[in-house]
């Protein structure tokens, strides 16, 4: 018998379909081990040497794995073809050699590009040994990530509170964004015109044409740049008698792109299917793994982790005949079109993306919702790039008036022959506005008469956020990363809330923003481009077997260490003086009234600057405590420096005659009742604007919490408040979410009667309703507990009934699988995730407590009595022992 080992129970359920019963199929469920999260795993003063460690599920594993060999006298491993996928491989050998499981039995490891039966017995006809060159290659990142964030994030949290961590690619990743973002603040805004006009030759439709000359002077876009010479222009145009002066048509060839490698899928899905980086790669993996098509579970694309545009001959001799049939044979080029990747440091190890058979047309497969789309997306572009290019037609017409000293130009583009645009057209990130209007054919000197003409007024706009796809596509441009982690790097940056997304696109946080600023001050050579590229380069070079991994890595250490060492020796202080430097344009703007923008509002004598405090940055004053001015890192439009130093006034209480103030703190805008020590404070709900904010308003806020009344049966008073979490009713230890501020402010005692009660119904911690299951996906195919995607408090999460697995925010619970289900409940009891709730956990360990009602009480007694004996003896004999832990489990 043979065992092979994979890395997902998805991709050995169908595996084992294609090898018949002479083979056993395991999975691995990704790596059995990793280096633990602490100091010392990586040591350099020992030739960097590596410490392993398997997590509990990962032991299971290899257990299973282990037993299965006993029964076996071959290894196969058959996990991915990529460095990961030779790593987990590693990783098994060397765990079951530790076991001593292996026992001279023989071992080879197989690769295939699709799981297909014929891919899938083709591979295991051609074995081979594990490739160390990429292990090696592995064992050079692995450590130098955990070099990186093990050296530096400590060093983040003793001098900068609140970051949470620096990683080798992520750091620079972030860097792009924030530097985006800083040349966006800095733009200025050009203003322009553009003048148009109507023109009509004779008996043919209307021309749209440009100013192009004005004053005998050409003119470029931006020329025009007020309304008294627009409106010289419209006088000129208007008073001109136009000629067609040149035609010229030029033949354009438009050739099809490369299939997809992983960035440029990822870029693809992000323009037109609007997906993340995660989603695409989830939605790829479960095509790559398998459906089911007729009883037979077959893989759809390739290999989705590459960065090769190159395709297997079979697949592009297959692809022209699907071309031929469907299109005709104008449509397929006389050969066939081979591609080379132009990425920096493309590896080109495996084929591109592309369909196992592109006989198999999206429509004719029932594939769910991401699956569907994305299937339809690697399809169309496989066979585009196979298709005949598409031929166009660009037209430019001049027209001059007759003292030639005004001139208009039309643009003009028409296909005529679509090729693969008959299928596929490339998305752009930001397109530009392109003439794709058909010209009427002119000859030179017919007349043109004006049908109407017009100015208009724009302003230049700032380059663009980067969204996903941009930014995937900077970072392979620069060479920094692989592609297989971009989606990885993006999602650890939105976790660490280093930045957020507004409509699709990366805007910097102010805690990326300092993390960053700090980074490029202390550890500068660290995030920038070329250094960053060059170590992806040399990391290359060890996968290729030209570089020592360990002589990498000393290389890289000796400057690191040192750098770190030095920081160390820096004060807080002079931290904060660096970044109020580095961030002063975007913390103390100038506030447009030619006072020093970081002259304390409050005390006009101290000056503002970055303090440190429990939750993270802020801005204070210098002459702190005597002056206590603070205020979020950015201002805001209500910040103090737009408000008298005494806050705006809002009005006096009507019982108290005390004064009501609009202020802005380090936390946001509040309203504050009064002076002293601890005076009475709200904060503005989200959505309150602090401009219209009124006395009534801000009364209403601080009247929270208010007593509702009592509860008509217990007498326990009801309160309604604003809390962390949004409003909210309470009675003793039972709280209920209120609907809006408003419910809040507004609700009385019958309905918080009906809301309490309801939510105290539907049981939980605190009279927290049950949650609610928003998709059955199922039994665990291994211990047969139900999986449920849950609605909770704090999102939606996957659960068996023991462990709960958060969903990743851009993963859509409707979009959850079996497969996807284990592997993230895998990944939490791996981590020492969450169990069962705590009420049940406090319950089981007391035997007291929770014994069945046929168990006496003086057995439990007895029980009870036996650790105490134990004390008295410490030397008690193994029997005894067992006799009484059989005992205790009686």
């Not at 604003?722 to 009713?729: A, D, E, I, N, V």
């Not at 023991?802 to 990743?808: K, N, R, S, V």
Request: glycine share 8%; charged share 30%.
């Amino acid at each position: 018998m043979k065992l092979v080992v994979v890395e997902s129970p998805a991709k050995a359920k169908t595996i084992n379909k294609y090898l018949g019963q002479d083979y056993t199929v395991l999975a691995s469920y990704g790596h059995v081990r990793d280096l633990p999260a602490k100091d010392g795993s990586v040591r350099p003063d020992e030739d960097f040497a590596l410490d392993w460690e398997m997590d509990p599920q990962g032991a299971k594993r290899m257990r299973d794995i282990a037993d299965a060999m006993k029964g076996a006298d071959h290894l196969i491993l058959a996990t991915d073809p990529d460095r990961e996928g030779e790593a987990i491989s590693w990783h098994v050998l060397e765990a079951l050699n530790q076991k001593k499981a292996l026992k001279g039995k023989a071992v080879e490891r197989v690769t295939f590009n699709a799981i297909t039966k014929d891919a899938v017995l083709r591979a295991m006809a051609a074995p081979r040994a594990i490739d160390m060159e990429l292990v090696n290659a592995y064992l050079a990142r692995r450590a130098l990530d955990y070099l990186v964030g093990f050296t530096l994030s400590p060093v983040l949290w003793r001098k900068l509170p609140g970051a949470r961590s620096a990683g080798r690619v992520q750091s620079v990743a972030l860097r792009l964004i924030c530097e985006r973002e800083i040349e966006i603040e800095a733009f200025k805004p050009q203003e322009y015109w553009t003048v148009e006009a109507m023109l009509r030759a004779d008996g043919e439709e209307l021309i749209l044409a440009r100013l192009a000359m004005l004053d005998g002077i050409k003119l470029k876009r931006l020329d025009v740049t007020d309304k008294a010479m627009a409106d010289r222009a419209l006088a000129a145009i208007r008073a001109g008698r136009f000629t067609v002066a040149e035609v010229e048509a030029k033949p354009l060839k438009r050739n099809p792109p490369p299939p997809f490698t992983t960035s440029t899928l990822q870029q693809e899905a992000a323009r037109k299917l609007g997906f993340s980086a995660t989603r695409t790669m989830q939605a790829a993996q479960r095509l790559y793994e398998g459906v089911d098509i007729g009883g037979e579970t077959v893989g759809l694309i390739t290999y989705m982790r590459t960065d090769g545009v190159q395709m297997a001959e079979e697949a592009l001799h297959g692809l022209r005949r699907v071309i031929e049939r469907d299109f005709g044979a104008d449509y397929v080029p006389e050969k066939p079109r081979r591609y080379t990747s132009k990425a920096k440091n493309a590896q080109e190890a495996h084929e591109a993306i592309r369909p196992t058979d592109p006989m198999r047309k999206p429509g004719s497969l029932r594939l769910e919702g991401d699956m569907a789309r994305l299937y339809d997306l690697v399809w169309k572009r496989a066979m585009a790039s196979q298709m005949a290019a598409a031929t166009l037609e660009r037209t430019t017409l001049d027209f001059l008036d007759e003292a030639q000293r005004t001139g208009l130009r039309a643009t003009g583009q028409v296909v005529l022959f679509p090729g693969y645009f008959a299928l596929y057209q490339e998305g752009q990130d930001d397109a530009e506005d392109e003439e794709s209007r058909r010209l009427p054919r002119l000859r030179l000197g017919e007349a043109a008469a004006l049908d109407h003409a017009k100015a208009d007024q724009h302003f230049t706009e700032p380059p663009p956020r980067f969204g996903e796809a941009s930014l995937v596509k900077k970072l392979e441009e620069l060479g920094i990363g692989r592609p297989s982690t971009y989606a990885a790097t993006l999602e650890k940056l939105r976790e660490r809330n280093y930045v957020r997304m507004e409509r699709n696109r990366f805007s910097p946080e102010d805690k990326g923003r300092m993390v960053t600023a700090f980074l490029e001050n202390f550890f500068k050579k660290y995030v920038e481009y070329d250094f960053t590229a060059d170590l992806e380069a040399r990391l290359d070079l060890v996968s290729a077997g030209e570089l020592e991994w360990k002589d990498l890595l000393r290389a890289f250490w000796t400057d690191f260490d040192a750098t770190v060492r030095g920081i160390a020796e820096l004060r807080v202080t002079q931290v904060l003086d660096a970044l109020n430097e580095s961030l002063g344009p975007h913390i103390f703007p100038d506030r447009g009234n030619g006072s020093e923008p970081r002259q304390c509002p409050t005390c006009s004598t101290g000056q503002l600057s970055l303090k440190i405090g429990k939750f993270g940055a802020f801005i204070g004053c210098s002459r702190y405590p005597e002056c206590r001015h603070t205020r979020q890192l950015a201002p805001s439009e209500d910040a103090p420096d737009a408000m008298p130093a005494e806050g705006k006034a809002l009005g006096a209480h009507p019982e108290s005659g005390e004064a009501v103030t609009l202020r802005s703190g380090r936390f946001g805008p509040y309203v504050q009742l009064g002076e002293g020590e601890k005076p009475r404070r709200a904060s503005l709900p989200k959505g309150w604007d602090g401009a219209t904010l009124d006395l009534a308003q801000a009364l209403r806020l601080l009247s929270l919490p208010r007593a509702v009344g009592a509860h008509p049966d217990s007498g326990e008073m009801i309160l309604a408040g604003l809390g962390r979490f949004g409003p909210y009713l309470q009675m003793g230890k039972v709280y209920a979410n209120l609907p809006s501020v408003e419910d809040a402010l507004e609700i009385g005692l019958n309905r918080a009667v009906v809301v309490l009660e309801e939510k105290k119904a539907g049981g939980g911690r605190g009279g927290r309703g049950a949650p609610a299951a928003l998709k059955d996906l199922g039994p665990h195919p291994q211990t047969e507990k139900a999986l449920r995607v849950m609605s909770g408090r704090y999102g939606p999460y996957v659960s068996d009934g023991t462990t709960h697995a958060t969903l990743p925010r851009t993963l859509e619970p409707q979009a959850v699988t079996l497969e996807m289900a284990v592997l993230l409940i895998a990944q939490k009891e791996a981590a020492g995730g969450s169990k069962k709730p705590k009420s049940t956990r406090k319950a089981a360990p007391n035997a007291a407590k929770s014994k069945p009602p046929l168990v006496k009480a003086k057995s439990v007694k007895a029980v009870k009595a036996a650790p105490g004996k134990t004390k008295a003896k410490p030397a008690k004999s193994r029997d005894a022992k067992s006799k009484a832990a059989k005992a205790a489990k009686a």
